[in-house]
């Protein structure tokens, strides 16, 4: 029936369009204002299904696609796509926003109307950057969502707002206009050799190009995505916009907009500079070792909750960029390419996963936050007591972030571990201590917040989840579950496009 | 087995009875009555333990195939398939027995012990999980699955020691058991990392038939030095065990377990989840046979684990930290029996241990019960004649602990004994005489507690006195139901477990390491194992353990501290347990504290904040301060600039 809807371009649209109608009501606190946002949440999540239901799992080429010049001077075009790589991260999206919708329900009072709005607005534009074929459409769009991510940190944010704010800008912005040298740079070098220039991603993945300009774009990208992702060292920006804004932005940030950073290796870095990637693998597999190991230390010892969740995020994060990166030395340790499958779909799983798990810890120290109006885990204490529901969430979220095996948390840690044993022996080695020191940070805060006696006479007088607050924990702890359990069907639809990854990066694309 | 029903149906319904008893007590926890809720889980585990027998007989009597199927695919990778799925052996059957057996007497025995609790009905939730995700550990048919179920009763083992949550040392204990195990876990996660690069598969099936083939496999760990892949693997995997068996130095979270509720230490933390290292080697003996030095390896680490954790159970006054350091030793027999390529008799061991084990823990609790809460020995005494049945059921227990001829633990401990002396591994010698002088401490420690305990003075005060009694009913029966394995399911079984072809399709020795073949050969029956035994090293040595518990605690029970005065040395070693807790609190903890603290304070907030961000907006900041200085608001000042522009502007021009 829908078939011939452009059914990728509403799932952009409906929720910027939402947005802009939501902001038109003004700024009063009412409840149509939230019933109105839900709804456009809602609608966007029902959009977004067909995405998955009607989607071929077996052809790698792009889906759901739709091109529309916009300016032909440039051959810009209004081009977007989703393959089995994009498709999981846009429904991931599409997901949380409706849990961060709810999850300002009750708690946003002041101009809830431009919150809500804020929220929607960049949900759309995380789409569109997810759906991108354009490289400059892409561009567009990456740029576009720092400006409600800067307004909800700004004007919702913690006390220390404006610093994190310009840190969190200047940081991304930094990292991006060096990406946008490059994609001019090929669009001149693609009319030099095919004598039209282009920003169609596709045409630039097969864009012949010499070992040294490959390896400057690689190192643009790479400026680009790790300061996304964050990678060490340029992760700074991260724990600081964290603990300024607000739950819901700090659940949109870790839950997706890390995710961009890890989109743009596998949809950028790897299939236009697949040589580069091979010189500079080493690079990458380096900086994402240390986010794992180095960024695990430093969360161990966070005082703040949202910092040390901020840090877990980074370590996390370091699984998707090292299972991305193990293709060539896979191949040179063993002589096969068997594993560079399994390390690619591992941080892509990872991502997925990292998405529902970091979301929900940033709730749960939401729900806390709300009523204590303290980030800091000294002033918890025995909240097991007083919020029993909460503390099941709780440990079970935080058995999910230290990778317990039947939690999603685990299946892509798993999968990008067993990749790096056949890589290098000390690169698992050092992957696996995430499995100590990521269950000793999360452990040891939930000992210090959730167990022991009751702590202050704040701990005591504590109320249990509402309503709201036990369904955005209840789905999400479904969805981690269901993960966990059976991942089986969110790999099947990323199979072709990875192994077309996979056969795309064997192949050099320098030119004879 | 059964007409209707197809095997793997029935092998579902076992494991899935206690989860659905498990997720209803957990779920409607608030709107059940303690009733329901055992009644419930009770129902569930007791469903999977009459299945169990039915699975067992069917195994071990009527020669059934090896079942070894695919319950559901977890996830296709690269082409390779990780699943769900089933293997059940004769090993597997015989787990699957042992498990539900213990686990039905402690949630029988739970009604009486946690009655007054708060937490009745979470504890039996949690229990009936345990039980499900040992059943998943013990059946499963790959490494994946297995890691799976090893972590699942890791996790509630951590929800059960830390199951007085208020308790700081419950929450500390319970964090300190996850995180070594952790560390255990680490290897072993690496472990199957390099079985899925070697073999590109983790079905046990196919790994272990083409383990063979990939013997010589080697792997450059440090550059120019190679290793075999195989004791690479071995000893990646034995670390696992080393956290779950609590085996030296990864113990330390054991003794600290038992802040949990004394059913859990029975069924958990002495029958069952610590077996579970035991159980995995066993079951991966082709592989370990193809490794001399991982033996060896495991042979060192159970002799060091059986003989020093033994001394430590000598000075512990806690009633189940006795118990406890026991399980301890115990594991350390079992492991040495794995490294002596004797699987048989580990899990042997391990069976019979896991009866008068959990009869020990559970009878300890009764103690605590009728001492309405106190642990410590040296408030007990002479409880004999107000606990008559806990008396002679703990008389049993402890029997069958230090091997008298005739109890289960007789059997096995002295068939591990014999597989040691016959072992030429390096370092049998030293695993030999470790457990051979573990024998002695055994016997001294075990009947010192039992001596101090319901002999003797009675030292406890007059209120506690007053209300001391049997425990009722629900607390003495599983007692008595595990008193009868303790005593004769060794002389039973050790013919056809032991000595028969109970194994033959589960366990590979190699020609050259078979110990237990070549003891079968002085076989005759458990009758003649008696005679035997009774004019046998180990028999002499319990008989000095007892002799010198009862001179000690019995006869000059002053005697003790004097010996405690002259060797205050040796007692300060074993009583800071060797400083393992110290080291790792100080060392270890506080070195990861400190390295983390480094990191952050000299690294990100220095270094990269300080200096590099913060740094060049700083520098920013400055530079444009300082060219703000140019620009004055002075005719004069930008005339004066012109000039010298324009005279550089002729200079360039002009050359």
Redesign the interface.
Same mark, same amino acid.
């Given at each position: 029936m829908f078939s011939n809807l452009p059914l990728l371009s509403l799932v952009i649209w409906t929720p910027i369009i939402g947005g802009m109608l939501v902001l038109a009501t003004g700024s009063k606190n009412s409840i149509e204002v939230k019933v109105l946002s839900l709804l456009v949440s809602l609608v966007t999540l029902a959009l977004s299904i067909p995405l998955y239901t009607q989607f071929d799992p077996s052809l790698a080429s792009m889906q759901f696609e739709e091109l529309i010049p916009w300016i032909s001077n440039f051959h810009i075009n209004y081009h977007i796509g989703v393959d089995g790589i994009s498709m999981p991260l846009i429904l991931l999206t599409t997901f949380i926003t409706v849990i961060v919708i709810i999850a300002g329900w009750e708690v946003i009072t002041f101009k809830v109307a431009q919150y809500f709005a804020a929220f929607l607005i960049l949900e759309g534009l995380m789409i569109g950057t997810f759906a991108a074929m354009d490289a400059m459409l892409f561009y567009v769009f990456w740029e576009a969502l720092l400006i409600p991510m800067f307004v909800i940190i700004g004007i919702w944010g913690g006390a220390n707002r404006v610093y994190a704010t310009i840190?969190f800008f200047?940081?991304t912005f930094l990292g991006s206009v060096f990406m946008l040298i490059s994609l001019l740079y090929m669009y001149m070098h693609a009319a030099e050799v095919n004598g039209v220039g282009t920003f169609n991603l596709l045409e630039l993945h097969k864009l012949p190009l010499d070992m040294t300009p490959q390896i400057l774009i690689f190192l643009s990208f790479l400026l680009a995505f790790a300061v996304k992702v964050p990678m060490w060292?340029v992760h700074?920006w991260l724990p600081d916009a964290h603990v300024e804004a607000p739950t819901g932005g700090s659940v949109i940030l870790a839950a997706i907009m890390l995710k961009l950073g890890g989109y743009g290796f596998i949809r950028f870095s790897l299939p236009i500079t697949p040589d580069a990637s091979m010189a500079l693998d080493w690079l990458v597999i380096l900086l994402s070792l240390i986010a794992i190991v180095?960024i695990g230390? #430093? &969360?161990?010892?966070?005082a703040d909750m949202k910092k040390l969740i901020a840090y877990s995020s980074i370590s996390h994060m370091g699984f998707v960029t090292l299972g991305f990166f193990l293709f060539w030395k896979i191949t040179e340790n063993?002589g096969s390419a068997? =594993? &560079?499958?399994?390390g690619l *779909? =591992?941080g892509m799983i990872q991502m997925i996963s990292h998405g529902f798990i970091s979301g929900a810890m940033f709730l749960s120290v939401g729900v806390l936050y709300d009523r204590m109006h303290s980030r800091m885990i000294k002033d918890y204490g025995?909240v097991?007591?007083t919020m029993p529901a909460f503390a099941t969430f709780a440990?079970f979220f935080a058995?999910a972030n230290a990778g317990?095996? =039947?939690t999603s948390g $685990? #299946?892509g840690e798993?999968?990008v571990?067993?990749a +790096? $044993?056949?890589a290098n022996?000390?690169y +698992? $080695?050092l992957a +696996?201590?995430t499995?100590?020191?990521g &269950?000793?940070y999360t452990?040891?805060m939930v000992?210090r917040v959730? $167990? =022991? *006696?009751i702590a202050n006479e704040q701990v005591e007088n504590l109320e249990d989840m509402n309503g709201r607050e036990f369904f955005m924990m209840i789905v999400l702890a479904i969805a981690v579950l269901v993960i966990g359990?059976?991942? +089986?069907p969110l790999?099947?639809v990323m199979?072709a496009s990875i192994d077309n990854l996979v056969a795309h990066i064997s192949i050099s694309k320098l030119p004879m | 087995m059964f007409e209707n029903y197809s095997d793997s149906q029935v092998y579902l319904a076992i494991v899935l009875a206690p989860l659905i008893g498990s997720i209803f007590a957990g779920i409607f926890n608030a709107y059940i009555s303690k009733a329901v809720a055992h009644t419930v889980t009770i129902a569930g585990v007791g469903i999977s333990f009459i299945l169990a027998l039915f699975v067992f007989e069917y195994h071990a009597f009527n020669d059934a195939q090896i079942y070894n199927e695919t319950v559901y695919t977890w996830l296709v990778s690269d082409g390779i398939r990780f699943e769900v799925g089933f293997l059940v052996d004769n090993l597997t059957s015989m787990m699957l027995v042992v498990v539900s057996f213990v686990s039905l007497m402690v949630h029988l025995y739970t009604i009486g012990y946690m009655q007054e609790d708060p937490g009745y009905k979470r504890f039996f939730s949690y229990i009936s999980l345990f039980t499900f995700s040992m059943y998943m550990l013990v059946m499963s048919n790959n490494f994946l699955q297995l890691f799976f179920g090893w972590e699942a009763v890791g996790l509630v083992s951590y929800l059960l020691i830390g199951f007085y949550y208020k308790k700081e040392s419950a929450i500390f204990a319970n964090m300190k058991a996850f995180l070594v195990n952790r560390v255990g876990d680490f290897g072993f996660i690496l472990g199957i990392a390099g079985v899925l690069m070697v073999f590109n598969t983790l079905d046990y099936a196919d790994v272990f038939s083409a383990a063979a083939a990939h013997a010589d496999q080697t792997i450059e760990l440090i550059p120019g030095k190679e290793w075999s892949m195989m004791t690479v693997i071995c000893i990646l995997l034995f670390i696992g065990a080393m956290g779950k068996s609590a085996q030296v130095p990864l113990h330390v979270w054991l003794p600290d377990s038992m802040e949990g509720p004394t059913p859990i230490s029975a069924l958990i933390h002495a029958a069952t989840m610590v077996t579970a290292g035991i159980f995995m080697v066993t079951r991966m003996s082709p592989l370990f046979e193809l490794s001399e030095t991982a033996l060896s390896f495991i042979l060192v680490i159970g002799a060091i684990t059986a003989l020093f954790m033994g001394f430590l159970g000598i000075i512990q006054n806690d009633i189940k930290r006795v118990v406890a350091y026991s399980t301890l030793s115990q594991l350390g027999y079992m492991t040495v029996a794995l490294g002596a390529s004797a699987y048989s008799a580990a899990v042997f061991h391990l069976m019979t241990h896991a009866f008068f084990k959990a009869l020990l823990f559970l009878a300890a609790g009764s103690v605590i019960i009728g001492m309405h809460h106190v642990q410590d020995i040296r408030q007990m005494g002479g409880l004999k004649k107000y606990m008559p049945i806990t008396y002679w059921t703990s008389l049993i227990g402890t029997l069958a602990l230090i091997g008298f001829p005739g109890f289960s633990g007789f059997y096995s401990k002295d068939s591990i004994i014999e597989a040691v002396h016959a072992s030429s591994i390096a370092g049998s010698d030293f695993a030999y005489y470790s457990v051979l002088i573990g024998v002695f401490i055994t016997a001294l420690y075990s009947l010192r507690l039992f001596f101090i305990v319901f002999h003797g003075e009675e030292r406890m005060d007059h209120h506690t006195k007053e209300h001391l009694k049997e425990s009722p009913w629900v607390v003495w029966l599983p007692l008595v139901l595990l008193a009868i394995p303790s005593v004769i399911i060794g002389g039973m079984t050790i013919s056809s477990v032991l000595y028969g072809d109970y194994f033959n399709n589960v366990v590979y020795v190699q020609q050259a390491h078979d110990v237990l073949g070549h003891l079968k050969e002085d076989y005759h029956g458990p009758f003649s194992m008696i005679l035997h035994g009774i004019s046998s090293a180990p028999f002499l040595l319990m008989a000095a353990g007892i002799v010198v518990a009862w001179f000690l605690y019995m006869k000059n029970p002053e005697l003790p501290a004097k010996i405690k005065n002259i060797f205050s040395p040796i007692y300060y070693v074993l009583d800071s347990k060797y400083g393992f807790d110290a080291f790792n609190e100080k060392v270890i903890a506080a070195g990861t504290r400190g390295i983390g603290n480094l990191l952050s304070k000299f690294g990100d907030i220095l270094i990269i904040d300080g200096i590099i961000v913060n740094g060049s907006a700083k520098s920013v900041a400055w530079f444009s301060g300082l060219i703000r200085n140019i620009q004055t608001g002075y005719l004069y000042h930008y005339a004066f600039a012109m000039i010298l522009g324009l005279i550089g502007l002729l200079y360039i021009t002009v050359y």
């Open positions: 840190k200047l940081y060292p700074t180095y230390f #430093v &969360a161990l010892i966070q063993t068997s =594993g &560079a499958v399994l *779909e =591992g025995g097991v007591n440990v058995m317990l095996p =039947g $685990f #299946v798993f999968m571990i067993m +790096a $044993f056949k022996f000390w +698992a $080695f +696996a201590t499995l100590i020191i &269950a000793a452990l040891w000992k959730i $167990f =022991g *006696e359990l059976y991942p +089986a790999l099947e199979h | -």
